[in-house]
Protein backbone atom coordinates (compact mmCIF):
# COMPACT_ATOMS: atom_id res chain seq x y z
CA UNK A 1 0.00 0.00 0.00
CA UNK A 2 1.40 3.30 -0.91
CA UNK A 3 1.62 6.09 1.40
CA UNK A 4 -0.25 9.40 0.89
CA UNK A 5 2.30 11.45 -0.62
CA UNK A 6 3.38 13.66 1.64
CA UNK A 7 4.60 11.28 4.83
CA UNK A 8 5.45 9.06 1.94
CA UNK A 9 8.13 11.84 0.72
CA UNK A 10 9.01 13.00 4.37
CA UNK A 11 9.80 9.20 5.01
CA UNK A 12 11.93 8.94 2.03
CA UNK A 13 13.63 12.45 3.25
CA UNK A 14 14.15 11.18 6.68
CA UNK A 15 15.69 7.88 5.06
CA UNK A 16 18.18 9.91 3.03
CA UNK A 17 19.37 12.31 5.72
CA UNK A 18 19.94 8.71 7.63
CA UNK A 19 21.70 6.89 4.61
CA UNK A 20 24.16 10.29 4.10
CA UNK A 21 24.72 10.96 7.73
CA UNK A 22 27.08 8.47 7.78
CA UNK A 23 28.87 9.02 4.03
CA UNK A 24 32.21 10.63 3.93
CA UNK A 25 30.65 13.35 1.40
CA UNK A 26 29.12 14.37 5.32
CA UNK A 27 32.02 15.00 6.91
CA UNK A 28 33.35 16.32 3.52
CA UNK A 29 30.50 19.00 3.93
CA UNK A 30 31.28 19.22 6.99
CA UNK A 31 35.26 20.12 6.62
CA UNK A 32 34.26 22.74 3.91
CA UNK A 33 32.10 24.62 6.35
CA UNK A 34 34.40 24.64 8.94
CA UNK A 35 37.17 25.84 6.33
CA UNK A 36 34.82 28.69 4.74
CA UNK A 37 34.20 30.71 8.06
CA UNK A 38 38.27 31.36 7.79
CA UNK A 39 37.19 33.39 4.22
CA UNK A 40 36.69 37.11 4.27
CA UNK A 41 32.78 36.90 2.58
CA UNK A 42 31.32 35.21 5.28
CA UNK A 43 29.86 37.45 7.70
CA UNK A 44 28.95 36.37 11.67
CA UNK A 45 25.51 38.28 10.84
CA UNK A 46 24.34 36.21 7.75
CA UNK A 47 26.39 33.26 8.52
CA UNK A 48 23.72 30.57 7.72
CA UNK A 49 23.02 32.01 4.28
CA UNK A 50 26.92 32.85 3.04
CA UNK A 51 27.49 29.35 4.18
CA UNK A 52 25.18 27.83 1.75
CA UNK A 53 26.25 30.32 -0.70
CA UNK A 54 29.80 29.27 -0.57
CA UNK A 55 28.84 25.76 -0.80
CA UNK A 56 26.88 26.23 -4.07
CA UNK A 57 29.57 28.48 -5.70
CA UNK A 58 32.04 25.62 -4.56
CA UNK A 59 30.07 22.85 -5.93
CA UNK A 60 29.66 20.89 -3.44
CA UNK A 61 25.73 22.08 -3.46
CA UNK A 62 25.88 19.56 -6.66
CA UNK A 63 27.51 16.94 -5.16
CA UNK A 64 25.17 16.91 -1.84
CA UNK A 65 22.23 16.67 -4.98
CA UNK A 66 23.84 13.98 -7.22
CA UNK A 67 24.30 12.24 -4.05
CA UNK A 68 20.48 12.53 -3.04
CA UNK A 69 19.38 11.56 -6.28
CA UNK A 70 21.59 8.61 -6.84
CA UNK A 71 19.52 7.58 -3.64
CA UNK A 72 16.70 7.75 -4.64
CA UNK A 73 17.64 5.75 -8.29
CA UNK A 74 18.83 2.84 -5.80
CA UNK A 75 16.54 2.43 -2.88
CA UNK A 76 12.85 1.81 -3.29
CA UNK A 77 9.89 4.14 -2.06
CA UNK A 78 9.19 3.66 1.53
CA UNK A 79 5.99 0.96 1.90
CA UNK A 80 3.61 1.72 3.98
CA UNK A 81 4.91 1.76 7.97
CA UNK A 82 2.67 -1.07 8.78
CA UNK A 83 4.64 -3.42 5.87
CA UNK A 84 6.04 -5.93 6.95
CA UNK A 85 10.03 -5.36 6.53
CA UNK A 86 9.82 -8.26 4.06
CA UNK A 87 8.20 -6.58 1.71
CA UNK A 88 10.52 -4.10 0.74
CA UNK A 89 12.45 -7.14 -0.31
CA UNK A 90 10.09 -8.56 -2.19
CA UNK A 91 6.58 -8.06 -1.47
CA UNK A 92 4.70 -11.37 -3.33
CA UNK A 93 5.24 -14.47 -0.65
CA UNK A 94 5.46 -17.02 -3.08
CA UNK A 95 8.63 -15.28 -4.89
CA UNK A 96 9.88 -15.09 -1.82
CA UNK A 97 9.36 -18.81 -0.89
CA UNK A 98 10.38 -19.29 -4.47
CA UNK A 99 14.06 -17.70 -4.44
CA UNK A 100 14.47 -19.01 -1.15
CA UNK A 101 14.41 -22.29 -2.30
CA UNK A 102 16.49 -21.98 -5.00
CA UNK A 103 19.22 -20.31 -2.77
CA UNK A 104 19.38 -23.58 -0.94
CA UNK A 105 20.03 -25.02 -3.67
CA UNK A 106 22.77 -23.34 -4.81
CA UNK A 107 23.87 -23.40 -1.41
CA UNK A 108 23.60 -27.51 -1.59
CA UNK A 109 25.46 -27.24 -4.87
CA UNK A 110 28.57 -25.30 -3.17
CA UNK A 111 28.62 -27.58 -0.11
CA UNK A 112 28.52 -30.47 -2.15
CA UNK A 113 31.36 -29.57 -4.14
CA UNK A 114 33.18 -28.58 -1.20
CA UNK A 115 33.36 -32.16 0.48
CA UNK A 116 33.51 -33.86 -2.54
CA UNK A 117 36.68 -32.03 -3.31
CA UNK A 118 37.57 -31.94 0.25
CA UNK A 119 38.53 -28.09 0.11
CA UNK A 120 37.37 -26.09 2.93
CA UNK A 121 35.07 -22.51 2.02
CA UNK A 122 37.79 -20.46 2.75
CA UNK A 123 41.22 -20.99 4.38
CA UNK A 124 44.48 -18.26 5.43
CA UNK A 125 47.04 -18.52 2.40
CA UNK A 126 50.40 -19.50 3.99
CA UNK A 127 53.01 -16.94 3.26
CA UNK A 128 54.87 -18.18 0.60
CA UNK A 129 51.60 -18.10 -1.66
CA UNK A 130 50.49 -14.95 -0.58
CA UNK A 131 54.05 -13.56 -1.55
CA UNK A 132 53.93 -15.40 -5.09
CA UNK A 133 49.94 -14.05 -5.43
CA UNK A 134 50.87 -10.50 -4.51
CA UNK A 135 53.80 -10.56 -7.70
CA UNK A 136 51.87 -11.81 -9.86
CA UNK A 137 48.32 -10.05 -9.06
CA UNK A 138 48.84 -8.23 -12.75
CA UNK A 139 49.36 -11.10 -14.63
CA UNK A 140 46.95 -13.82 -12.83
CA UNK A 141 45.55 -15.29 -16.07
CA UNK A 142 49.23 -16.96 -17.02
CA UNK A 143 48.57 -19.64 -13.77
CA UNK A 144 46.83 -22.53 -15.20
CA UNK A 145 45.68 -23.93 -11.82
CA UNK A 146 44.21 -27.74 -12.48
CA UNK A 147 40.04 -26.72 -12.53
CA UNK A 148 38.55 -29.55 -13.91
CA UNK A 149 37.11 -30.75 -10.89
CA UNK A 150 35.14 -27.58 -10.26
CA UNK A 151 31.97 -26.92 -12.30
CA UNK A 152 29.82 -23.89 -12.27
CA UNK A 153 27.03 -23.96 -9.37
CA UNK A 154 24.26 -23.14 -12.07
CA UNK A 155 23.92 -22.30 -15.30
CA UNK A 156 21.39 -19.77 -16.86
CA UNK A 157 19.78 -22.66 -18.16
CA UNK A 158 19.22 -24.06 -14.44
CA UNK A 159 17.40 -20.94 -13.36
CA UNK A 160 14.86 -20.96 -16.69
CA UNK A 161 13.79 -24.54 -15.58
CA UNK A 162 12.93 -23.04 -12.14
CA UNK A 163 11.38 -20.18 -13.60
CA UNK A 164 9.45 -22.06 -15.39
CA UNK A 165 7.93 -23.83 -12.52
CA UNK A 166 7.01 -20.65 -10.81
CA UNK A 167 3.44 -20.27 -10.06
CA UNK A 168 1.32 -18.16 -8.06
CA UNK A 169 -1.06 -20.39 -5.83
CA UNK A 170 -3.68 -18.29 -5.39
CA UNK A 171 -4.17 -18.68 -9.49
CA UNK A 172 -3.71 -22.37 -9.50
CA UNK A 173 -7.39 -23.25 -10.97
CA UNK A 174 -6.69 -21.13 -13.45
CA UNK A 175 -9.62 -18.13 -13.07
CA UNK A 176 -7.55 -15.58 -14.22
CA UNK A 177 -9.14 -16.45 -17.58
CA UNK A 178 -6.97 -13.65 -19.37
CA UNK A 179 -3.46 -14.61 -18.49
CA UNK A 180 -4.76 -18.87 -19.24
CA UNK A 181 -3.87 -17.58 -23.18
CA UNK A 182 -0.48 -16.67 -22.18
CA UNK A 183 1.01 -19.19 -24.23
CA UNK A 184 5.16 -18.64 -22.95
CA UNK A 185 6.80 -20.68 -20.50
CA UNK A 186 6.34 -18.27 -17.72
CA UNK A 187 3.05 -19.18 -15.66
CA UNK A 188 2.85 -15.99 -13.28
CA UNK A 189 0.20 -13.39 -13.46
CA UNK A 190 2.28 -10.13 -13.29
CA UNK A 191 1.69 -6.66 -14.79
CA UNK A 192 3.92 -5.61 -17.82
CA UNK A 193 4.10 -2.90 -19.65
CA UNK A 194 2.20 -2.92 -23.40
CA UNK A 195 3.61 -1.28 -26.41
CA UNK A 196 2.01 2.04 -25.66
CA UNK A 197 2.92 1.96 -22.12
CA UNK A 198 6.58 1.31 -23.46
CA UNK A 199 6.54 3.71 -25.61
CA UNK A 200 5.20 6.68 -23.14
CA UNK A 201 8.29 5.22 -20.93
CA UNK A 202 11.02 5.21 -23.65
CA UNK A 203 9.72 8.40 -26.23
CA UNK A 204 13.32 9.38 -26.15
CA UNK A 205 13.60 6.00 -28.36
CA UNK A 206 11.12 7.34 -30.84
CA UNK A 207 11.97 7.78 -34.77
CA UNK A 208 11.77 11.39 -33.98
CA UNK A 209 14.85 11.51 -31.75
CA UNK A 210 18.42 11.60 -32.75
CA UNK A 211 19.97 8.13 -31.49
CA UNK A 212 23.98 7.93 -31.17
CA UNK A 213 25.17 4.62 -32.80
CA UNK A 214 22.47 5.11 -35.77
CA UNK A 215 21.79 8.63 -36.41
CA UNK A 216 25.75 9.35 -37.11
CA UNK A 217 26.04 6.66 -39.95
CA UNK A 218 26.01 7.33 -43.82
CA UNK A 219 22.67 8.34 -44.58
CA UNK A 220 22.68 11.30 -42.68
CA UNK A 221 25.52 13.58 -42.99
CA UNK A 222 26.80 12.80 -38.72
CA UNK A 223 27.77 16.17 -38.26
CA UNK A 224 24.62 17.16 -38.17
CA UNK A 225 23.69 15.03 -34.96
CA UNK A 226 26.67 14.11 -33.79
CA UNK A 227 28.47 17.37 -33.21
CA UNK A 228 25.87 18.77 -31.72
CA UNK A 229 25.00 15.57 -29.30
CA UNK A 230 29.22 15.70 -28.12
CA UNK A 231 29.12 19.31 -27.31
CA UNK A 232 25.85 19.35 -25.25
CA UNK A 233 27.67 16.03 -23.65
CA UNK A 234 30.53 18.39 -22.66
CA UNK A 235 27.97 20.78 -21.28
CA UNK A 236 26.22 18.22 -18.93
CA UNK A 237 30.02 16.82 -17.90
CA UNK A 238 30.73 20.38 -16.82
CA UNK A 239 27.87 20.97 -14.74
CA UNK A 240 28.55 17.32 -12.99
CA UNK A 241 24.71 16.97 -12.41
CA UNK A 242 23.56 13.18 -12.35
CA UNK A 243 19.91 13.68 -13.43
CA UNK A 244 21.12 15.73 -16.42
CA UNK A 245 23.78 13.29 -17.96
CA UNK A 246 21.23 10.35 -16.76
CA UNK A 247 18.60 12.48 -19.37
CA UNK A 248 21.52 12.63 -21.44
CA UNK A 249 22.66 8.89 -22.16
CA UNK A 250 19.08 7.93 -23.40
CA UNK A 251 20.03 9.03 -26.88
CA UNK A 252 23.61 6.99 -26.64
CA UNK A 253 27.16 8.78 -25.47
CA UNK A 254 29.77 9.62 -27.15
CA UNK A 255 32.32 7.34 -26.78
CA UNK A 256 35.40 9.70 -25.80
CA UNK A 257 32.64 10.92 -23.09
CA UNK A 258 30.96 7.86 -21.91
CA UNK A 259 33.38 6.50 -19.49
CA UNK A 260 33.25 10.51 -17.52
CA UNK A 261 29.30 10.24 -17.76
CA UNK A 262 28.41 6.63 -16.17
CA UNK A 263 30.69 7.55 -13.41
CA UNK A 264 28.47 10.80 -13.17
CA UNK A 265 25.18 8.63 -13.52
CA UNK A 266 26.33 6.19 -10.75
CA UNK A 267 27.66 9.14 -8.66
CA UNK A 268 31.16 7.39 -8.62
CA UNK A 269 34.30 9.89 -7.59
CA UNK A 270 37.07 7.45 -7.31
CA UNK A 271 38.21 9.65 -3.96
CA UNK A 272 41.58 8.70 -1.56
CA UNK A 273 39.07 6.89 0.59
CA UNK A 274 38.06 4.47 -2.08
CA UNK A 275 41.02 3.90 -3.36
CA UNK A 276 42.24 2.34 0.34
CA UNK A 277 39.20 0.77 0.22
CA UNK A 278 39.55 -1.65 -3.04
CA UNK A 279 43.34 -1.78 -1.63
CA UNK A 280 42.12 -2.91 1.44
CA UNK A 281 39.83 -5.52 -0.49
CA UNK A 282 43.11 -6.74 -2.20
CA UNK A 283 45.29 -7.33 0.71
CA UNK A 284 42.11 -9.48 2.00
CA UNK A 285 42.39 -11.53 -1.33
CA UNK A 286 46.12 -11.77 -0.83
CA UNK A 287 45.66 -13.28 2.94
CA UNK A 288 42.67 -15.93 2.35
CA UNK A 289 41.61 -18.74 -0.22
CA UNK A 290 37.84 -19.06 -0.93
CA UNK A 291 36.30 -21.52 -2.90
CA UNK A 292 34.40 -19.24 -4.70
CA UNK A 293 37.80 -17.95 -6.11
CA UNK A 294 38.10 -20.80 -8.15
CA UNK A 295 34.67 -20.59 -9.52
CA UNK A 296 35.57 -16.87 -10.67
CA UNK A 297 38.68 -18.40 -12.06
CA UNK A 298 36.88 -21.03 -14.13
CA UNK A 299 34.62 -18.28 -15.10
CA UNK A 300 36.58 -16.35 -16.60
CA UNK A 301 38.59 -19.31 -18.20
CA UNK A 302 35.52 -20.88 -19.77
CA UNK A 303 33.83 -17.32 -21.03
CA UNK A 304 35.71 -13.96 -21.42
CA UNK A 305 39.14 -15.55 -21.88
CA UNK A 306 37.88 -17.40 -25.08
CA UNK A 307 35.84 -13.45 -26.28
CA UNK A 308 37.58 -12.28 -29.34
CA UNK A 309 36.94 -8.92 -27.45
CA UNK A 310 37.46 -9.59 -24.15
CA UNK A 311 40.47 -12.16 -23.53
CA UNK A 312 42.90 -9.55 -23.35
CA UNK A 313 41.14 -8.22 -19.87
CA UNK A 314 41.73 -11.40 -18.28
CA UNK A 315 43.52 -10.14 -15.37
CA UNK A 316 41.32 -7.18 -14.13
CA UNK A 317 38.57 -9.47 -14.37
CA UNK A 318 40.09 -11.43 -11.71
CA UNK A 319 40.99 -8.42 -9.87
CA UNK A 320 37.42 -7.06 -9.90
CA UNK A 321 35.80 -10.21 -9.18
CA UNK A 322 38.35 -11.35 -6.50
CA UNK A 323 38.01 -8.15 -4.76
CA UNK A 324 34.20 -8.35 -5.08
CA UNK A 325 33.41 -11.65 -3.34
CA UNK A 326 35.43 -10.22 -0.48
CA UNK A 327 33.30 -6.40 -0.13
CA UNK A 328 30.85 -6.44 2.28
CA UNK A 329 29.67 -3.18 1.75
CA UNK A 330 27.60 -5.20 -1.22
CA UNK A 331 25.27 -6.99 1.47
CA UNK A 332 23.60 -3.50 2.03
CA UNK A 333 21.97 -4.24 -1.38
CA UNK A 334 20.28 -7.22 0.33
CA UNK A 335 17.75 -4.70 1.86
CA UNK A 336 15.91 -4.15 -1.34
CA UNK A 337 17.12 -7.24 -3.05
CA UNK A 338 14.43 -10.61 -2.94
CA UNK A 339 17.73 -12.60 -2.51
CA UNK A 340 18.98 -13.27 1.17
CA UNK A 341 22.95 -13.43 1.54
CA UNK A 342 23.73 -17.58 1.82
CA UNK A 343 25.28 -18.49 5.36
CA UNK A 344 27.85 -21.06 6.31
CA UNK A 345 29.35 -22.40 9.60
CA UNK A 346 32.48 -21.94 11.51
CA UNK A 347 34.08 -25.72 11.09
CA UNK A 348 32.44 -28.28 13.66
CA UNK A 349 29.83 -25.21 14.48
CA UNK A 350 27.06 -26.07 11.94
CA UNK A 351 23.56 -24.78 13.19
CA UNK A 352 25.31 -22.27 15.79
CA UNK A 353 23.65 -18.62 14.64
CA UNK A 354 26.67 -17.15 16.63
CA UNK A 355 28.77 -19.19 14.41
CA UNK A 356 27.18 -18.59 11.40
CA UNK A 357 29.15 -16.07 8.76
CA UNK A 358 27.62 -14.68 5.23
CA UNK A 359 29.75 -16.73 2.33
CA UNK A 360 31.25 -15.39 0.39
CA UNK A 361 31.54 -12.08 1.94
CA UNK A 362 29.40 -10.27 -0.07
CA UNK A 363 26.67 -12.63 -0.36
CA UNK A 364 26.81 -13.37 -4.10
CA UNK A 365 27.81 -16.70 -5.24
CA UNK A 366 28.56 -16.22 -9.05
CA UNK A 367 26.89 -18.23 -11.86
CA UNK A 368 28.33 -19.66 -15.26
CA UNK A 369 28.81 -16.05 -17.04
CA UNK A 370 29.01 -13.86 -14.35
CA UNK A 371 32.48 -12.15 -15.20
CA UNK A 372 30.55 -10.96 -18.91
CA UNK A 373 28.96 -8.26 -16.03
CA UNK A 374 32.39 -6.87 -15.78
CA UNK A 375 34.05 -7.53 -19.11
CA UNK A 376 32.37 -4.57 -20.82
CA UNK A 377 33.35 -2.49 -18.39
CA UNK A 378 37.21 -2.87 -19.04
CA UNK A 379 36.86 -0.73 -22.26
CA UNK A 380 35.81 2.44 -20.27
CA UNK A 381 38.13 1.97 -16.91
CA UNK A 382 41.80 1.06 -16.81
CA UNK A 383 42.26 2.34 -13.45
CA UNK A 384 41.45 -0.72 -11.12
CA UNK A 385 40.16 0.55 -8.34
CA UNK A 386 37.64 3.13 -10.33
CA UNK A 387 36.63 -0.19 -12.57
CA UNK A 388 35.59 -1.85 -9.33
CA UNK A 389 33.65 1.23 -8.38
CA UNK A 390 31.72 0.89 -11.60
CA UNK A 391 31.42 -2.51 -11.75
CA UNK A 392 30.09 -2.68 -8.20
CA UNK A 393 27.61 0.05 -8.49
CA UNK A 394 25.97 -1.18 -11.55
CA UNK A 395 25.90 -4.66 -9.90
CA UNK A 396 23.76 -3.22 -6.90
CA UNK A 397 21.72 -0.79 -9.11
CA UNK A 398 21.30 -3.44 -11.81
CA UNK A 399 22.50 -6.84 -12.70
CA UNK A 400 21.74 -8.63 -9.36
CA UNK A 401 18.41 -8.35 -10.99
CA UNK A 402 18.73 -10.69 -13.46
CA UNK A 403 19.36 -13.48 -11.49
CA UNK A 404 16.84 -13.28 -8.49
CA UNK A 405 13.20 -14.12 -8.07
CA UNK A 406 10.91 -11.10 -7.84
CA UNK A 407 8.06 -9.29 -9.43
CA UNK A 408 10.00 -6.15 -9.59
CA UNK A 409 9.60 -4.49 -13.13
CA UNK A 410 13.37 -4.92 -14.16
CA UNK A 411 13.56 -8.31 -12.20
CA UNK A 412 14.49 -11.38 -14.71
CA UNK A 413 11.26 -12.81 -13.88
CA UNK A 414 9.35 -9.85 -15.72
CA UNK A 415 11.76 -9.17 -18.61
CA UNK A 416 10.91 -12.71 -19.39
CA UNK A 417 7.13 -12.23 -19.35
CA UNK A 418 7.52 -9.13 -21.03
CA UNK A 419 9.35 -10.44 -23.79
CA UNK A 420 7.16 -13.22 -23.84
CA UNK A 421 3.88 -11.00 -24.12
CA UNK A 422 5.39 -8.47 -26.83
CA UNK A 423 6.00 -11.70 -28.98
CA UNK A 424 3.03 -13.23 -28.58
CA UNK A 425 0.75 -10.10 -29.17
CA UNK A 426 2.79 -8.74 -32.20
CA UNK A 427 4.37 -11.71 -33.89
CA UNK A 428 1.75 -14.47 -33.23
CA UNK A 429 2.21 -16.84 -36.00
CA UNK A 430 5.57 -16.62 -35.56
CA UNK A 431 5.46 -17.69 -31.15
CA UNK A 432 2.96 -20.33 -32.42
CA UNK A 433 5.31 -21.24 -35.06
CA UNK A 434 8.48 -21.84 -32.70
CA UNK A 435 6.32 -23.21 -30.47
CA UNK A 436 4.83 -26.05 -32.27
CA UNK A 437 8.58 -26.45 -33.16
CA UNK A 438 9.65 -27.16 -29.66
CA UNK A 439 11.80 -24.07 -30.00
CA UNK A 440 10.05 -22.21 -27.38
CA UNK A 441 11.60 -18.35 -27.97
CA UNK A 442 12.28 -17.44 -24.12
CA UNK A 443 14.81 -20.69 -24.45
CA UNK A 444 16.60 -18.72 -27.17
CA UNK A 445 16.64 -15.11 -25.48
CA UNK A 446 17.22 -16.10 -21.87
CA UNK A 447 20.67 -16.22 -22.55
CA UNK A 448 21.26 -13.08 -23.37
CA UNK A 449 18.83 -11.24 -21.06
CA UNK A 450 20.37 -12.80 -18.19
CA UNK A 451 24.08 -11.68 -19.40
CA UNK A 452 22.32 -7.87 -20.62
CA UNK A 453 23.32 -9.13 -24.37
CA UNK A 454 27.01 -8.89 -22.81
CA UNK A 455 28.81 -11.61 -25.12
CA UNK A 456 26.23 -11.71 -27.78
CA UNK A 457 26.63 -8.07 -29.08
CA UNK A 458 29.68 -6.19 -30.53
CA UNK A 459 31.36 -4.51 -27.59
CA UNK A 460 30.04 -0.70 -29.47
CA UNK A 461 26.62 -2.08 -29.57
CA UNK A 462 26.64 -3.17 -25.75
CA UNK A 463 27.95 -0.13 -24.76
CA UNK A 464 25.31 1.41 -26.77
CA UNK A 465 22.63 -0.49 -25.01
CA UNK A 466 23.81 -0.09 -21.56
CA UNK A 467 23.80 3.65 -21.81
CA UNK A 468 19.91 3.60 -21.96
CA UNK A 469 19.74 0.74 -19.10
CA UNK A 470 21.53 3.71 -17.00
CA UNK A 471 19.39 6.78 -18.70
CA UNK A 472 16.29 4.97 -18.00
CA UNK A 473 17.20 3.24 -14.82
CA UNK A 474 15.40 0.23 -16.15
CA UNK A 475 16.65 -3.18 -17.71
CA UNK A 476 13.17 -3.63 -19.08
CA UNK A 477 14.80 -2.57 -22.79
CA UNK A 478 16.31 -5.99 -22.97
CA UNK A 479 13.35 -7.56 -23.30
CA UNK A 480 12.41 -5.20 -25.92
CA UNK A 481 15.57 -5.62 -27.63
CA UNK A 482 15.03 -9.35 -27.51
CA UNK A 483 11.69 -9.38 -28.53
CA UNK A 484 13.04 -6.85 -31.37
CA UNK A 485 15.38 -9.41 -32.58
CA UNK A 486 13.11 -12.13 -33.23
CA UNK A 487 10.99 -9.36 -35.16
CA UNK A 488 14.07 -8.61 -37.36
CA UNK A 489 14.41 -12.64 -37.89
CA UNK A 490 10.80 -13.42 -38.22
CA UNK A 491 11.42 -14.23 -41.80
CA UNK A 492 13.85 -16.68 -41.70
CA UNK A 493 12.08 -18.10 -38.41
CA UNK A 494 9.37 -18.91 -40.38
CA UNK A 495 11.15 -20.94 -42.14
CA UNK A 496 12.92 -23.80 -39.51
CA UNK A 497 11.59 -26.45 -38.35
CA UNK A 498 13.86 -27.34 -34.58
CA UNK A 499 15.37 -25.11 -31.91
CA UNK A 500 18.72 -25.85 -33.24
CA UNK A 501 18.22 -24.24 -36.78
CA UNK A 502 16.12 -21.07 -34.73
CA UNK A 503 19.32 -20.86 -32.69
Avoid at 175 to 187: D, K, M, T, V
Avoid at 222 to 251: I, M, T
Avoid at 327 to 337: A, G, I, P
Wanted: contains cysteine; hydrophobic residues 40%; charged residues 20%.
Amino acid sequence: AMLDPDSGLSLTIARIVQRLQGSSLHSQLERQARVSLHKPEIKLESLKEDIKDFLKTSGWEKKLQNAVYSELNVFPSPCHPAAPPEHMKEPLAYMRKAQGSWEKRILKSLNSMCTELSIPLAQKRPASEQKELLNKWNEMGTDEPDLSLFRPVYAPKDFLEVLMNLRNPNYENGEQPSFRNHLGLIQVPLKVKDIPELKEDFNELGLNTGQLGIDDSAQVPPEFFENEHVRVGQKVLAEQDSAAAQQYVRQGCPTALRADLWALILNISNQPEDILYYEQLKSNVIQHDLLVDSLIYKDVKLTASNDDYYFVFEDYLYQVLLCFSRDTSVLEHFTYSSATPPKSYIQGKVGMEEYAVFYPPNGVIPFHGFSMYVAPLCFLYHEPSKLYQIFREMYVRFFFRLHSISSHPSGIVSLCLLFETLLQTHLPQLFYHLREIGAQPLRISFKWMVRAFSGYLATDQLLLLWDRILGYNSLEILAVLAAAVFAFRAVNLMEVTSLAAAE
